[in-house]
Structure formats: structure tokens, C-alpha cells
């Protein structure tokens, strides 16, 4: 069983950056699918970023061009870099790990098995 630990969050400005670290430990996700979502209050949870086992990466549309998914194998470790933070971007964000079922796209939750607690950004204007 893998536990994923998020952090990295806290409360910028607009404009302003953030790296959130997701840290794996009881099993080696970085070999597998992993992946960013976020929830808004009062919206469903989405999709931001994933980076597929063979290295292949997926970005919303929302984020294209601010935020930067990677991973360090060493360390088991997927980080996500925002940058050019924008107050919409305010949400809790979890790291997820996979894959679960793999007939499902990157951007599914249903692809992902494990999930960690979420970290909140909040991005002022």
C-alpha cells in the first residue's frame, strides 16, 4: 500500500509561485502514473497535471504554460512547480498515484488508486 503526503501549499499572491512536493513512501510510484487534481470550494474536483510511467505529461488546459510536472526516482517524489499563480487556482490539491484502471485517461480519477490528503493554495488578488 502507498501513502502519498502532499506539501508545498500556502497562501501567495497573484502572480507568485509554488512548488508542491507529493512524497510516496510504501511503494515506488515514480514508476508508475501519477497525478495532480484540485478541488474549489463548491466544485468538483479536477484534473491539472500528470505524468505518465513512460515519462509522457498531460496538463489541463487551465494550467498550460504556468504549471511544471516531474518526478525524482530517487527520492520518489512528483512535484508540481506553479507558476504565474492566478486566484482561480486557489483549491486543495492532491497528488494521486497509478495506474488503477488503466482504460481510463490521465485526466480520470478512476486511473488512480491512491491518493494522498490534499495541500491548500490560496492565491489573493
Known amino acids: 500500500q502507498v501513502q502519498l503526503v502532499e506539501s508545498g501549499g500556502g497562501l501567495v499572491q497573484a502572480g507568485d509561485s509554488l512548488r508542491l512536493s507529493c512524497a510516496a513512501s510504501?511503494?515506488?510510484?515514480?514508476?508508475?502514473?501519477v497525478g495532480w487534481f484540485r478541488r474549489a470550494p463548491g466544485k468538483e474536483r479536477e484534473f491539472v497535471a500528470a505524468i505518465a510511467r513512460g515519462g509522457r505529461i498531460y496538463y489541463a488546459d487551465s494550467v498550460k504554460g504556468r504549471f511544471t510536472i516531474s518526478k525524482d526516482n530517487a527520492e520518489n517524489t512528483v512535484y508540481l512547480q506553479m507558476n504565474s499563480l492566478k486566484p482561480e487556482d486557489s483549491a486543495v490539491y492532491y497528488c494521486?498515484?497509478?495506474?488503477?484502471?488503466?482504460?481510463?485517461?490521465?485526466?480520470?480519477?478512476?486511473?488512480?488508486?491512491?491518493w494522498g490528503q490534499g495541500t491548500q493554495v490560496t492565491v489573493s488578488s
Open positions: 510504501g511503494r515506488t510510484v515514480t514508476s508508475g502514473d
Open positions: 494521486a498515484a497509478g495506474p488503477f484502471l488503466t482504460s481510463v485517461g490521465y485526466s480520470s480519477e478512476g486511473r488512480y488508486h491512491s
